[in-house]
C-alpha cells in the first residue's frame, strides 16, 4: 500500500467509534503532509561557479574594476526578478490553485486509507490502537467538514495574504491537507498572538469565578484555598507545579467545567481555539480534555521523541501553549516532556482520592476512571498551567 496522508479529523470519540481506542480531540492544528516526514519542499537554485580564494588582488582588476569571468557569468545567467504581475499571480492564483488541487489529492489517499481501516474493522475485527493511525482518522472526518468552505476561500483573490486575519478569527478553519509550511507559520504566529492576549483575562475570570463562589460557600477550607490561590496569583515569576496541585480540589468546587460560570468557559474556549466558541463550549470543552487525557498516556507510552517536528508542535498547540514559533525543538520536545509529568502528578493526585470516596460511598463496583467532576477540574489546571507559562521556557 503507498504512503498515505495522515489527514486530520477529530469528529469522533472512542465512545462513538469502536474502530478506535481513544476518542477525538476537539480541535488540532494542521499536520505535515506525508505520514512521517514535514512539508518537503523541492528547492531550486542556479548553479553558480565556486569563486576561487584570491590572496591578493591584481592591479588589473583594480584598474579596470572587472569582475572575475565566472562571477560575472554567473550574474549573467541569473534570472531577472519576477515583475510586479508576476508575483501578484502567484500571490493570487497560481498559489492557492496549486494548494487546492495538491490538497485534494492528499485528502482523497487519506480517505482511502481511512476506508480501508475501517473495512479490515468491519470485516477482519482489526481495532486501531496505534496513536499516529488514530490521529489519521480524527484528521480525515475533521477535513471533511471543512473541505468544502476553504476550497471557497482559496478561491478568492488574496486568499493567502488573508490568512493571518482569518486565524485570529477562527484558528481551525483550514483543512490539514491545504496546509504548507508558510501557512503553518502564519497559523501558529496569530495563534501565539491570541492566546497571549488572552491569558490575562483568562486569568482575571478565574480570579472572579474563584472569589464569587468561595463567598457564596465560605468553608474554612475553600477560604484557606482561596487565599493560597491570591498567593500564588501575586506572585507570578516564583510559581510551581506543585503549587498548582495544592489547588486542584478549589479549582474542582469553584472553577471548572461543571462549576464555573459561563463567562470563564468561554474563554477558556476562545483560549483552547474553538471555532463558535460561544455554541456548547462546556460539552466542546469536556470533549477536549478528554482526549488530552487519554492522549497524553499514548504519549507517554510512545514517547515524545517519536513525533516529528510538526507532530510535535501540532501536539502542544492542541494542548494550549503559547510560544511555539519562536522556540527550538529541543526546547519544545523537553516542553512536551514537563507537561506529561504534570498531567500524571494531577492524575496521581486524584485517581486515589477519588476511589477511596468511591469506596466511602458504599458502591460495590471498581472506579474505573475519574468522575466528570474531577475530569473537569484537569481543564482548568492546564489552562492555568499554560496561562501562567509554567512549563517549558517562557
Known sequence: MSTIVPIRSRAATASRLSLVS????????????????????TISSQSVSPVPAQTTLTNTNFKNNNPPSNIQEALDSSPAPPSLIRRWWDASIAGPASILLTGLGYFWNGSMESLQMYTDHRQKGVVVKDRAKIIHLQRNKRDLLRIFPAALYLA????????????RVAPNFMPTVFVTEDILWKKLRAVEKRRSALAPKLLAAFDNAIET????EPTPQAKQLAQRWKQLRGNPTRNTETQLISLQILMRDHASL????????R???????????????QSRLFTWIDWIIKDDKLLRAQGVNSLTDYELREALDERGFINLSQKTIPELRNTLSQHLKFTKHVTETIVPRSRAAHLRSGSKDALVEMPADEIASMASMILIARALQLHGPP
Open 22 to 41: 481513544a476518542p477525538r480531540p476537539l480541535c488540532l492544528s494542521p499536520p505535515p503532509r506525508t505520514t512521517r516526514t514535514l512539508f518537503q519542499r
Open 156 to 167: 478568492v483573490p488574496l486568499a493567502i495574504p488573508l490568512l493571518p486575519y482569518m486565524f
Open 213 to 216: 463562589s468561595v463567598s457564596k
Open 258 to 265: 461543571v462549576s464555573a460560570p459561563t463567562s470563564l468557559i
Open 267 to 281: 474563554i477558556m474556549a476562545r483560549f483552547v481555539g474553538l471555532g463558535m466558541h460561544a455554541v456548547a463550549p
